[in-house]
Structures are given as structure tokens and as C-alpha cells.
């Protein structure tokens, strides 16, 4: 099975824009998709599929694809964006699920 | 609007055998994947494992020598069982729904709704 890597934390400056990017060789057959979890919450699907967002998800979440690495964007960050965010895909060879280490996500 | 709830003891012993099940309401179990996920306190998401509507499953490898999911279709549930569990078996499980798909050259997988989660810990 493949592995996703990610950084374990990220900070952004309220108001700006922030890149959470997630790499693996998996990520060169499937989109990834992108959970936000809150502390003591189950984790929320945020992105899927070619920057696909749930209705409830503000647009301000984007989501973007290029050879092996995924990337979560959000412009304009928000005090309530303060979370873990965790990337997600698939082998294609064995269709095991993979999840990233996760990013903690800090708004100053 | 679906859910999902995840059930089961929140305390099982060293060699014994976690039970958890999941109840859908408000929705089909048909065309999705229905999994089960793990998170260690203070770590990260762990995939356990899915069974398809059809009935056919895929485990993680390192721990599918002591995993079984199995699906009950007449009571919208599907269910977990992990034997010989450990104290590194703490954590908080999730019941949650996989979708699959192929789209623009790209397969499309992602867990779409979840669980609250349930903790379970292995202590005697």
C-alpha cells in the first residue's frame, strides 16, 4: 500500500491564504479528498474529486491535483479554520485506503 | 438526511474481542462502502477496513489477520469485530460512508459522511 505525507503544522495569518499540500504515488491515479476535523468532532469532508466541495463548505475551500501531490487552499482564512486537516486516497493497485499524517492548522 | 451510529461496548480486555456496529438510518446501503476508521488519542486516522454493498471486503493489511466487517442488510447495519486487542487498540472508532467513482481520467474516492465516533478502550 501506498503512503500519504503530509506536514504536521501549518499557521496563517487571519484574512490570508494558506496551502496544505499532501503527497503520494497514489495521488497520481486518484483525486484526493480532504477532512477537517475539530477537536473532540468527527472529521468533515471538505474536498473531493476535481475541487468538489460539499454544499455546506464555505468556497473559500479549494482543492487542486497535479502529479503526485494534492493541495487544500483557503483564501481569506477564518478563526473557525483552526483545525487538523487530513488528505485521503486509495492504492489502485490493492484499493486500500490511505490516510495523511495530518496538518494542524493554526490562525494567528 | 442519513446517519450514522456507531454502537458498542466502550470498554473491552487485553485478548478479547472488540464488537462495534453501525445503524444507518435515513438512507440505502446499496452502491457505497461502508467502512470503519480508528483514531488513536492524539494521533491520526487509521482505515480499518470496508465491506461493499455487495458483500465482498478489503482490510488493512496490518491489521486484517484479527478484522471482520460484515454487513446486515435487513437491519441497515454493518459491523466490526477486532480480536485479541491490546491497550494499542485505544482509540476512537468511526463508522463511515466510501464512495468510489471514475471521473475525468481520475479514480474519485472519499468517506462523505461519518459517524460521531465512539471510544473504546482496552483496559482490564
Known amino acids: 500500500s501506498s503512503e500519504l505525507t503530509q506536514d504536521p503544522a501549518v499557521s496563517v495569518a487571519l484574512g490570508q491564504t494558506v496551502r496544505i499540500t499532501c503527497q503520494g504515488d497514489?495521488?497520481?491515479?486518484?483525486?484526493a479528498s480532504w477532512y477537517q476535523q475539530k477537536p473532540g468532532q468527527a472529521p468533515v469532508l471538505v474536498i473531493y474529486g476535481k475541487n468538489k466541495r460539499p454544499s455546506e463548505i464555505p468556497d473559500r475551500f479549494s482543492g487542486s491535483n497535479s502529479g503526485n501531490t494534492a493541495s487544500l487552499t483557503i483564501t481569506g482564512a477564518q478563526a473557525e479554520d483552526e483545525a487538523d486537516y487530513c488528505c485521503?486516497?486509495?492504492?489502485?493497485?490493492?484499493?486500500?485506503?490511505?490516510f495523511g499524517g495530518g496538518t494542524k492548522l493554526t490562525v494567528l | 438526511q442519513v446517519q450514522l451510529q456507531e454502537s458498542g461496548p466502550g470498554l473491552v480486555k487485553p485478548s478479547e474481542t472488540l464488537s462495534l456496529t453501525c445503524t444507518i438510518s435515513g438512507g440505502s446501503i446499496s452502491t457505497y462502502y461502508w467502512s470503519w476508521i480508528r483514531q488513536p488519542p492524539g494521533k491520526g486516522l487509521e482505515w480499518i477496513g470496508y465491506?461493499?454493498?455487495?458483500?465482498?471486503?478489503n482490510y488493512n493489511p496490518s491489521l486484517k489477520s484479527r478484522v471482520t466487517i460484515s454487513l446486515d442488510t435487513s437491519k441497515n447495519q454493518f459491523s466490526l469485530k477486532l480480536s485479541s486487542v491490546t491497550a494499542a487498540d485505544t482509540a476512537v472508532f468511526y463508522c463511515?460512508?466510501?464512495?468510489?467513482?471514475?471521473?475525468?481520467?481520475?479514480?474519485?474516492?472519499?468517506?462523505?459522511?461519518w459517524g460521531r465516533g465512539t471510544l473504546v478502550t482496552v483496559s482490564s
Open positions: 485521503s486516497s486509495r492504492d489502485s493497485s490493492d484499493n486500500h485506503v490511505v
Open positions: 463511515a460512508r466510501g464512495y468510489y467513482d471514475f471521473w475525468s481520467g481520475y479514480y474519485l474516492w472519499y468517506f462523505d459522511l
Open positions: 497514489s495521488l497520481r491515479s486518484y483525486y
Open positions: 465491506i461493499f454493498y455487495s458483500g465482498s471486503t
